[in-house]
T-cell receptor, first 112, second 112 residues
């Protein structure tokens, strides 16, 4: 397996634009996580899914953020409209129940 | 949810010395405690983990200890090498068993 695959690796967008981040988890994993990493706040859990169902989205900062998992092999994190304070590295990770979470390479988002 | 605190935030050691990073957690239901290493510009990767049914686990130069009563766990790196320089994160899985809550990270520098 190629591991968790995220795209794009880098995204630069203007304030107010919609941004969509994509993730393909490791095949067979039944949990998928979205994290945001910044210097100030470290690694924050935004939302996680179990068997494609969102379980806990309490970490999503506000209504501008939304996440979907239409099937077991694909998830998206969308920010609309984007703001400069959303600039961060966004990681997707997947795992089996109570086991190691494998991280993707991350998407570095810059909102100008 | 779970609250994981990690200390110190930065740590510098001489090559060959030992390094210790400590974490505490708040939710007694947490039973899985992974440690991740993140090199600059890369994804977090698991280096060792421990489950609540054991008190200590060792893998070559790396060991982790867990005190369930006190709700703290520690990472020990012996005979440190320059390639150990990175940011280390502890995590706990919270009361649902599969939400990974991360500490704020320790930036370790090994001085040759």
């Amino acid at each position: 397996d190629a591991g968790v695959i995220q795209s794009p690796r880098h995204e630069v967008t203007e304030m107010g634009q919609e941004v969509t981040l994509r993730c393909k988890p490791i095949s067979g994993h039944d949990y998928l996580f979205w994290y945001r990493q910044t210097m100030m706040r470290g690694l924050e859990l935004l939302i996680y899914f179990n068997n494609n169902v969102p379980i806990d989205d309490s970490g999503m900062p506000e209504d501008r953020f939304s996440a979907k998992m239409p099937n077991a092999s694909f998830s998206t994190l969308k920010i609309q409209p984007s703001e400069p304070r959303d600039s961060a590295v966004y990681f997707c990770a997947s795992s089996f129940f109570r086991s190691e979470a494998f991280f993707g390479q991350g998407t570095r988002l810059t909102v100008v | 949810g779970e609250n994981v605190e990690q200390h110190p935030s930065t740590l510098s050691v001489q090559e060959g010395d030992s390094a210790v990073i400590k974490c505490t957690y708040s939710d007694s239901a947490s039973n899985y405690f992974p440690w991740y290493k993140q090199e600059l510009g890369k994804r977090p990767q698991l280096i060792i983990d421990i489950r609540s049914n054991v008190g200590e686990k060792k893998d070559q130069r790396i060991a982790v200890t867990l005190n369930k009563t006190a709700k703290h766990f520690s990472l020990h790196i012996t005979e440190t090498q320059p390639e150990d320089s990175a940011v280390y994160f502890c995590a706990a899985n919270g009361n649902t068993g599969n939400q990974f809550y991360f500490g704020t990270g320790t930036s370790l520098t090994v001085i040759p």
